[in-house]
């Protein structure tokens, strides 16, 4: 609390050293000087023959040099008999500076001198003794808190300090309430003794007279000071302390009876012949009595005792009046009324702010200003005028600015007024401080008494600052029988010597006029938004600092606060200038340099708007003039309404996204999940601001950690914002910066613009709702509940600041109270309702649609970067997880355009490692059994638990996966750094490994393939020197074996690019290459090449179609180079004579190397969509448009335009003369004849399709295909992935073995060998190579198959020497390459997880067998590829495989017959297989006919896209299961699985013929269940059940088990009354047979619907029909819809309404309806009964097991918990209801997924889930695991399988003597060095279950011997049960227990 004196002022200037003493006594040896500079403790400087002294900080020290300083170090709290000082501000002379002379200096020395042997104690006595005065007082009682408290204490501690050198002379003792101690006040802080009193109102502390008189009596007080405000001018505490022999540093009580009372003080006036305005006491005069008072009858005269006498009296003496009462004070108390309705409203509230008091009545007087005389009396009938104050501004009688001397009064006439005051005090004996008051009218200089304040007033220190007087001091001087004229700074005043003791005739004798004007402001906690009214609340702290003409004190300290029953002043600035302005100028900026940091509201801002008006500045101001302004509201701080909403959005969004990080960070510190999966909301949201009218709203997203963009309708703000220490926010837009503070508020958000003003943005309420604007008690409601209210008008009374509030209503009409009287309310309660007389005059918002002007914008900064530090730092900040500046893939193109060459790959390693940094920590907790968000997080948590910003920060990164992805896509993807042959960096290699380890799922699938790619890429031989190298060859190598190289050696990008060459030979065989390779699969004939000239060649040629007879499907073809688009016209010239319109031909244009623009998107591949190439081919287009007449008569009908752009891959663009030569964009970027082979233009007919691009391989095409012909659902026609393979030559030599290279390099275009000749030959072992070919992509190998075939496909041959067999390997490895393109597709956003699949593999190269064979083979090699790949299969959602395969005797030959094997899914079960022969028309090249293989019968096949199980299948995907009759296949495939696992064993029974059947148990009419072939997804209820015959190697002869699970595509597999009991008939079927019972659940829980029928034609009655917002009257159907219901579909009876008849409805019940047909409500609780009671028996009676796929939700979860054995898919919660419901019920959002409630992470850990599964292909093995240890029936015993190994064998595992994993004793295991230790149980065949709970016990199934058997062992390490948190309960925390090994704990004793 330095002040300026203290802190800014030059200091005191003495010659010797500064000397630092305790209290108590001065040390003898110590000079006098350094005995005053050491109280100060200021350090010695050097000075001549005078010294300099800051006023207010040390000039007091030295006496009489300034009369009073104001600021001193003052006693703090005692320790150790040793005195703390602080420096604190007075209120006196603060920055003048003295020169005081070195003989002043002497004698103050002399007069120390004399006083060092004293105690400070002993000098107080003295000094009252010397003075004249008769009483000693040591201890004081402060009976008052807040400003008046503060000040006492600080001025009479310094008052004590300067004269006796001891603050602590004087003990203060004060009176604390609750609310003050809370409010950390500052008074309690600065007395020696607090004593608690009683809390509230002030009646009970404060104004409580008996209370006061019993503390001063308890603590031993000498005097009480009273103050201001509360008792101070009660007549009942001096009387009383009078009476205990107490000072009352005041009055007596008779003068405070009579003086202190404005009535008889205005009586006074009159008998005294002061003028008084006219008054409810006009004319009354009297004598005193006896007592000092005035007579009763005459006093009561005066009064106003009714509302008549009010209303009389206001009548007789003119309106405006004023009601006071006589007790009040401080603007309470007191009403202006200028009519006699407002008087009627003000009179009961006069009364209730100051109960008890008596109230007079006076005339306003206008243009008047308040003028006051500060008056001190003595005990010696002695009264002094220190001078006056003109408080003229003020608000409802509460003063705002106080300044002093009235320089508005003249100097004669104010002396007059001097006088009149001491004369009226001297008369009756006036003792202590008072003011009297005037009314002065400047105009006619005219004044008139007002009243007159027995006590001392808030003001008080503008007194002290032009005079020189301590009041407070001087008040303690005078009750301790001082005489004025004896007191220094009196003396001082009035020019005499403060030490000398002549005398001084007060009503004579001048003072010296004050040098200085001085103006004080108070700071109160008041709205001047809203017309000054109080608020409370805590106060963080003041910013306020002092300077040399302005200093401040206040009642709060750092983390206070002002409570509802304090006063609403809490500090007071005091500014001096040698003239007015000067004191105004400098108030001012003292308030500018002000903060108030807090809950409250301060006038600060407003107050420099009204010190800086034109009135006040003239000081042409009267009482009325601030008043006049608050209605009027023309003053008011002037702000832009944009950058109130721009900061306030601002603020908002801030406030919005720390309270979410702390939130989150919390949340982790617990274990809580559920918000961080809500982390990546951070990044974008909306902030809606109303202001003024208007609606803003800004949609804002998080750049960086400080980097906020605000979006306004097509304006974007990028701010700059940094939370600073203090809480404020700076923001930076532009080159300007602005300091944000802020506080939410119940009425909404109080915005500090720092230079601008504080503003309130208002929350905007319902206009029906009647809300408390501030905090306090309801004193009265207005009107009665049910009355009526008009907008604008009072309708309740609040309390608040001891003050009495009427608040008005917003609107009008009826209202309903919703507090009582008495109520205690904060601001923004809600105290009312109001039924609103017209809702459509309420104001409505309007939405902002304009420009957003904000003028920080129109002083934007100039770029300090360069674009590449811009983008790169944008694309880090993306890389972080924060919301992108632009498209992420042009963001990384511009950034390597702008970055120069020697450092693009460094720029692209820091992308990758930003990227990986975050990526590899996700993928270092993923796994199997951890794949949910959950899952990683929780995994996450406990990898950084100590951390949790880590979490948080790593969440927000992999929050923006999608976007991190593009960017490290593109940068993989920029020819810049990436093109073939280019070195690369070490760093650049080793990031490039990195991201090709990252595992394929959780999202990184692109990015693991594309960098492989790249990889391969940057380490290929340049283009150049494999351009040269097939140069060499094709001057030596026949053109035949050219068109059979791989790709990477000739390739068309290779063979056009030579076209070009010198060499005729050269360009010539490239030519015929190139034609060759393109046609490969064809029969080529009659060629014709021409090679005259680079870039001037062209080829004709015949070919002709697989399997064509003689010379039918042979066309023609016209190959030819051109240098560019513009010069196809000369192609239409030169095609061959030859060509008729007879036959259809093509045409091939290879446009030059130039040809394409360099500028694609996408360089890496050649499937770029760019401009360029869009307007390449629609160029083309319009050319063969133009030659359409001449194409036709050549029987052109195809023409395909090559696009070179080396050293990558051709672009190719078909055009058709039956689309009128129109680009077809299903065959963009497709080989010339790629199009037939892959049979695109079949799925194009029953298809919509779309190219999805890029591809892994050359020779595949992926589509997605949306049906043309099947139903559209919900989400649209279902969609089709269709992935196209083709495969052209063969290698190996005839004979031998090896013929699966083929079809295995058909994805890596590669040599395919002679595998047909080899397959038919019957040998076997070729599958080696090819298998090893297909895992170079493990190795990121997979772009370049040249090398990986020399490196990996040596060793087949061995093994075909070798005997050994195995020849699926490579149709294997051709398949999975098929599901590769399908996982790369659904990684594209318009492909996605929800569309089904569809592989199509084609086989040019003949298979020389009969096509009966070559069925039973693939067919054979389909089964096992799906039994072993089903997981991939259902993941992918594959429904069809197909292979076609051309059959004939000799390779290279006609084809025979074209065979096509399938696996489908269309007829219900999952990937039956077949094969058929296939008929073309060799001519139109379409499909004729399909043959069966073995009758060559004409048969059928059923397109894929009008399969009626399609969508069925669709709708159960998404559920995230799999349609319910396909589980039947995939039981099949287990099996077959599982036989050839078998079938390895050494005596091994074979597979029987049939190791699967399933027969439908159907419900008849009877209510039997009868077995039935019927087809799959005939069901009519959500409930399907089969009886499944299953030959297992546990029981070859086969067992039977009962199969029921939900159909989630019926009514979403829903519990309705029909599912109810066929679940319970198929139970009951099942344990009447004995049979094991599985459930697969994948439900929505019990139905619950609604009647559709009647949604349409059920009405409501409105009340008023021209406005629905009041309600109808009732609900009806009408009269014609009512016939036509069935009965007991509702309940009514009829009404007349309108002319016509109205059926009201008493009940809606709905039977008969279709919509209700089998339960939609409560009936269906029945049957949940019935299936749950069916459950629990069936578990005591036979084997039951669960498998929870998708969701299981109510009873569907209860089931499954009945049933007590669960295997639960990862993605399958079990719910009793979902999470959004239950937010719902919560009113906030607490879960975010349903595994929070019944994932595996819930689950697992509870013992409910006893094995966990990552796909329903997984659920049915683990199904299928759990049977092989279950009895066929109840009836058998376990089935004894042959031991895998036998039971003589050693158990080599040897448990040790420390704690080890007990699994390795039970399954064994393998030792460091790779050998096997074999366990108890046979090998492989241990399960556990219950694996994640009770951890102390393992549990599970194994074999022993071939038996089954139980297993359960005890845990021997220690382990940790983990309990996570509770995602409703946000206080909760993750609990982690640890759990010592050998020992029981709940958990494993009851999983035991």
């Known amino acids: 609390n330095m002040s300026a004196a203290a802190s800014q002022a030059p200091a005191v200037s003495f010659l010797s050293p500064s000397v630092v003493t305790p209290a108590g006594k001065v040390p003898k040896e110590t000079s006098n000087v350094a005995k005053v500079n050491s109280v100060v403790g200021l350090q010695a400087q050097s000075a001549p023959n005078s010294q300099t002294f800051s006023a207010g900080s040390t000039a007091a020290l030295v006496g009489a040099a300034l009369g009073g300083a104001t600021v001193v170090n003052l006693r703090g709290r005692r320790k150790k008999g040793r005195t703390q000082t602080r420096a604190i501000p007075g209120g006196v002379a603060n920055s003048r500076v003295v020169s005081v002379s070195t003989a002043a200096v002497a004698a103050m020395e002399r007069d120390i001198k004399e006083q060092v042997d004293m105690t400070p104690e002993e000098l107080l006595e003295q000094y009252v003794k010397e003075k004249g005065g008769s009483r000693v007082i040591k201890k004081i009682l402060i009976a008052n808190n807040g400003m008046a408290a503060t000040k006492a204490i600080l001025s009479m501690r310094q008052w004590a300090y300067l004269q006796f050198g001891s603050e602590s002379v004087i003990q203060f003792v004060v009176m604390a309430t609750p609310e003050d101690l809370d409010a950390n006040a500052e008074f309690i802080r600065l007395a020696d003794t607090y004593v608690e009193v009683p809390g509230g109102k002030n009646v009970n502390n404060y104004a409580n007279v008996q209370l006061i008189i019993d503390m001063a009596k308890k603590y031993s007080c000498d005097a009480v000071w009273p103050g201001w405000g509360h008792a101070s001018e009660n007549p009942k505490l001096p009387a009383g302390l009078s009476k205990e022999g107490i000072i009352f540093i005041g009055p007596t009580s008779p003068v405070m009876s009579v003086l202190g009372d404005k009535i008889a003080a205005n009586i006074l006036a009159q008998t005294a012949g002061v003028n008084s305005i006219p008054w409810s006491g006009d004319g009354l005069k009297a004598e005193l009595t006896d007592e000092g008072t005035i007579p009763d009858e005459i006093f009561q005269k005066g009064l106003i005792n009714s509302m008549d006498q009010a209303i009389e009296c206001a009548n007789r003496i003119g309106y405006p009046v004023m009601l006071k009462a006589s007790e009040g004070g401080g603007g309470k108390g007191i009403r202006m009324s200028a009519n006699e309705e407002e008087l009627a409203a003000n009179y009961p509230q006069v009364l209730a702010e100051v109960p008890g008091s008596p109230v007079f009545m006076m005339q306003l007087c206008t243009g008047a200003r308040h003028i006051e005389v500060q008056i001190v009396g003595d005990m010696h009938g002695n009264a002094v005028a220190l001078n006056g104050r003109d408080c003229s501004t003020q608000r409802r009688f509460q003063k705002i600015f106080e300044e002093g001397p009235p320089s508005i009064v003249p100097k004669d006439t104010f002396t007059e007024m001097e006088r009149a005051a001491q004369r009226l005090t001297q008369s009756i004996g006036y003792l202590g401080a008072g003011t009297v008051e005037y009314l002065y009218n400047a105009a006619s200089n005219e004044y008139y008494f007002l009243e007159l304040n027995p006590r001392l007033q808030v003001e008080h220190p503008v007194t002290e600052e032009i005079t020189g007087v301590n009041l407070p001091a001087t008040q303690l001087q005078v009750v301790m029988g001082i005489p004025l004229e004896n007191i220094p700074q009196v003396r001082k005043f009035y020019g005499k010597a403060p030490d000398d003791t002549s005398g001084i005739d007060f009503l004579k004798d001048s003072y010296v006029y004050p040098d200085r004007h001085v103006i004080a402001a108070r700071i109160t906690a008041e709205n001047p938004d809203d017309g000054f009214k109080p608020t409370s609340g805590k106060i963080q702290r003041i910013k306020f600092q002092s300077s040399v003409n302005c200093w401040g004190y206040f009642s709060v300290g750092a983390n206070g606060g002002i409570h509802e029953y304090a006063d609403s002043q809490f500090g007071h600035i005091f500014a001096h200038g040698a003239n007015r302005n000067d004191a105004r100028r400098a108030l001012i900026l003292a308030l500018k340099n002000m903060n108030v940091v807090g809950e409250i509201r301060n006038p600060v801002e407003y107050l420099v708007e009204l010190a800086s008006t034109e009135a006040f500045r003239e000081n042409t101001i009267d009482t009325s003039w601030l008043d006049g302004i608050i209605k009027e509201k023309s003053v008011k701080p002037s702000y832009d309404n944009f950058d109130v909403v721009f900061y306030s959005a601002i603020f908002r969004a801030m406030e919005s996204l720390e309270g979410q990080e702390k939130d989150i960070k919390d949340a982790l510190a617990a274990g809580q999940l559920a918000p961080v999966q809500k982390i990546t909301t951070m990044n974008s949201f909306p902030i809606e601001i109303i202001f003024e009218g208007k609606r803003y709203t800004f ?456 040809a394409f623009s360099a500028t694609a998107t996408d360089r890496s591949t050649f499937y770029s969509s760019d401009a360029a190439f869009t307007a390449t081919f629609e160029e083309a287009g319009a050319q063969l448009q133009a030659a359409a007449g001449t194409l036709k008569a050549a029987g052109v009908t195809e023409f395909v335009l090559t696009l070179l752009q080396p050293p990558l891959q051709p672009r190719y663009a078909c055009f058709m003369a039956k689309d009128d030569w129109k680009e077809s964009s299903t065959r963009r970027d497709m080989k010339p004849v790629n199009a037939y082979l892959l049979e695109v233009n079949r799925i194009a007919e029953e298809y919509e399709l779309e190219r999805i691009i890029p591809t892994i391989g050359r020779n595949s095409m992926v589509y997605l295909g949306a049906s043309k012909v099947a139903k559209a659902g919900r989400r649209g026609p279902p969609k089709t992935v269709f992935v196209r393979m083709i495969t052209h030559t063969m290698k190996a030599a005839p004979g031998e073995s090896g013929w699966e290279t083929g079809p295995t390099n058909l994805l890596l275009g590669e040599w395919m060998g002679d595998w047909a000749n080899q397959l038919a030959a019957g040998e076997s072992g070729w599958e080696t190579g090819p298998t090893n070919l297909l895992l170079a992509r493990v190795d990121g190998r997979l772009g370049q198959p040249t090398c990986c075939w020399r490196e990996w496909m040596g060793d087949w041959a061995n093994q075909l020497a070798a005997g050994e067999s195995g020849w699926e390997t490579g149709p294997t490895n051709l398949l999975l390459a098929g599901i590769d393109e399908l996982e790369r597709a659904r990684l594209s956003p318009k492909v996605g997880a929800q569309p089904n699949s569809s592989i199509f593999a084609h086989l040019m190269w003949l298979v020389d067998l009969e096509p009966e064979k070559a069925n039973e083979v693939f067919q054979g090699f389909l089964d096992q590829f799906v039994s072993k790949h089903g997981d991939r299969l259902q993941q992918m959602k594959v429904d069809e495989i197909v292979i076609k395969v051309g059959l004939g005797k000799t390779a290279g030959g006609p084809r025979e017959h074209t065979l096509r094997v399938t696996a489908s899914s269309m007829t219900g079960e999952y990937l039956k297989t077949f094969g058929l022969l296939e008929i073309e028309d060799p001519v139109t090249t ?467």
């Open 1486 to 1952: 379409k499909l004729k006919e399909w043959v069966d293989v073995k009758t060559r019968e004409t048969t059928s096949l059923d397109a894929f896209s009008t399969s009626p199980l399609l969508s069925r299948r669709i709708i159960a995907r998404a559920a995230g299961s799999t349609y319910a009759p396909e589980f039947l296949g995939m039981m099949k495939v287990e099996l077959i699985k599982r036989w050839a696992a078998y079938e390895q064993l050494p005596g091994a029974a074979p597979m029987p013929s049939s190791v699967f059947e399933g027969k439908e148990l159907v419900l008849g009419a009877d209510g039997v269940l009868s077995e039935s072939d019927r087809n799959a997804g005939m069901n009519d209820i959500g409930m399907v059940a089969w009886r499944c015959t299953m030959r297992t190697p546990e029981y070859p002869e086969g067992r039977s088990i009962v199969l029921i699970s939900n159909d989630v595509t019926t009514q979403a597999g829903s519990f309705g009354v029909d599912e109810d009991i066929f679940f319970q008939k198929a139970s009951e079927y099942a344990r009447k047979s004995g049979l094991p019972r599985i459930y697969i659940a994948c439900n929505s829980g019990a139905r619950v619907g609604l009647v559709e029928e009647l949604k349409e034609i059920v009405k409501a009655k409105w009340s008023d029909p021209e406005n629905p917002s009041k309600g109808f009257d009732y609900l009806y159907i009408e009269e014609a819809d009512y016939a036509k219901l069935k009965p007991g579909t509702v309940e009514a009876h009829e009404v007349e309404a309108d002319g016509s008849k109205h059926y009201q409805l008493d009940a809606i019940i709905g039977l008969e309806e279709k919509s209700t047909a089998g339960g939609i409500g409560v009936e269906n609780l029945k049957g949940s009964g019935l299936i749950a009671g069916e459950t629990a028996r069936a578990y005591n009676e036979v084997f039951t097991l669960s498998y929870v796929t998708g969701r299981s939700v109510g009873i569907g979860a209860y089931l499954n918990r009945l049933g007590q054995r669960v295997i639960q898919m990862v993605n399958g919660p079990m719910i009793l209801t979902g999470f959004g419901a239950l937010n719902k019920l919560l009113g906030r959002s607490v879960y975010t997924s349903q595994d929070q409630l019944g994932g595996p992470q819930v689950m697992v850990p509870n013992g409910v889930t006893h094995q966990l599964v990552q796909s329903d292909q997984e659920g049915v093995a683990a199904i299928m695991d759990w049977l092989s240890f279950v009895p066929k029936d109840t009836y058998s015993i376990p089935a004894m399988l042959k031991p895998v190994d036998p039971i003589e064998r050693e158990v080599t595992f040897t448990p040790s003597k420390t704690p080890y994993d007990p699994r390795h004793m039970l399954a064994g295991t393998k030792t460091l060095e790779g050998s096997q230790l074999s366990g108890f149980f046979d090998e492989g065949t241990f399960k556990e279950y219950l694996g994640g709970w009770g951890k102390s016990v393992i549990t599970g199934r194994a074999k022993l011997g071939g038996i089954p058997m139980g297993v359960i062992a005890v845990e021997t390490r220690s382990v940790e049960r983990r309990i996570p948190a509770d995602p409703a309960n946000p206080l909760s925390k993750e609990v982690i227990e640890p759990q010592a090994g050998q020992v029981w704990f709940p958990d494993s004793a009851f999983k035991t």
């Open 699 to 1154: 949609k804002v997203e998080r750049g960086g950690s400080d980097i906020l963009k605000l979006t306004i309708g097509d304006k974007k703000i990028v701010a700059k914002v940094r939370r600073q220490p203090d809480g404020a926010i700076f923001v930076k837009v532009g080159n300007t910066v602005m300091n944000v503070a802020g506080a939410e508020e119940p009425l909404g958000l109080r915005l500090r613009l720092e230079g601008i003003s504080t503003i309130m943005v208002p929350t905007v309420y319902d206009p029906s709702e009647m809300r408390s604007e501030f905090n306090g008690k309801v004193v009265r409601f207005l009107q009665d509940s049910g009355g009526v209210v008009k907008a604008g008008q009072p309708y309740v009374e609040l309390e608040a600041m001891k003050m009495i509030m009427p608040v008005k209503a917003m609107s009008s009409g009826r209202i309903t109270h919703l507090k009582s009287p008495g109520s205690i309310v904060a601001a923004g309660d809600l105290l009312g309702s109001v039924e609103l007389d017209d809702p459509s005059s309420v104001q409505t918002i309007d939405d902002f649609t304009g420009d957003f002007a904000l003028g920080a914008l129109s002083d934007a900064a100039a770029p300090e970067e360069t674009p590449f530090d811009t983008l790169f730092a944008d694309v880090k900040l993306l890389l972080d997880g924060f919301a992108p500046a632009a498209n992420p893939s042009e963001m990384v193109q511009m950034l390597f355009k702008e970055t120069p060459a020697e450092n693009w790959q460094s720029v692209a390693s820091e992308i990758f490692e930003k990227y990986l940094s975050v990526e590899e920590e996700f993928a270092s907790v993923m796994s199997d059994d951890v794949t949910s968000a959950d899952q990683i997080t929780a995994a996450l948590i406990a990898k950084h638990k100590d951390a949790p910003e880590t979490v948080m920060a790593l969440s927000l990164a992999h929050g923006q996966l999608v976007a991190r992805n593009e960017v490290v896509l593109t940068t993989l993807r920029d020819t810049r750094w990436a093109v073939p042959g280019r070195t690369a960096s070490d760093r650049l290699k080793a990031c490039l490994d990195r991201l090709s380890q990252l595992p394929s799922s959780g999202g990184y699938g692109p990015v693991v393939m594309v960098s492989s790619q790249v990889s391969e890429k940057i380490t290929i031989i340049p283009f150049e020197d494999r351009q040269q190298k097939l140069a060499e060859m094709l001057t030596s190598v026949d053109s035949a074996k050219i068109s059979a190289m791989s790709a990477v050696d000739a390739g068309a990008e290779l063979l056009c690019s030579l076209m070009g060459d010198e060499s005729e030979d050269i360009r010539s065989k490239a030519m015929e290459g190139y034609v060759k390779r393109s046609y490969r699969s064809f029969q080529v004939s009659n060629m014709e090449l021409s090679a005259a000239a680079p870039w001037k060649l062209s080829a004709s040629f015949n070919f002709q179609y697989p399997g064509a007879q003689g010379s039918e499907g042979t066309r023609g073809c016209f190959c030819t180079t051109v240098s560019s688009i513009k010069d196809l016209p000369s192609v239409f010239e030169q095609i061959p004579a030859s060509f008729k319109e007879e036959v259809p031909s093509k045409i091939i244009a290879i446009v030059g190397p130039d």
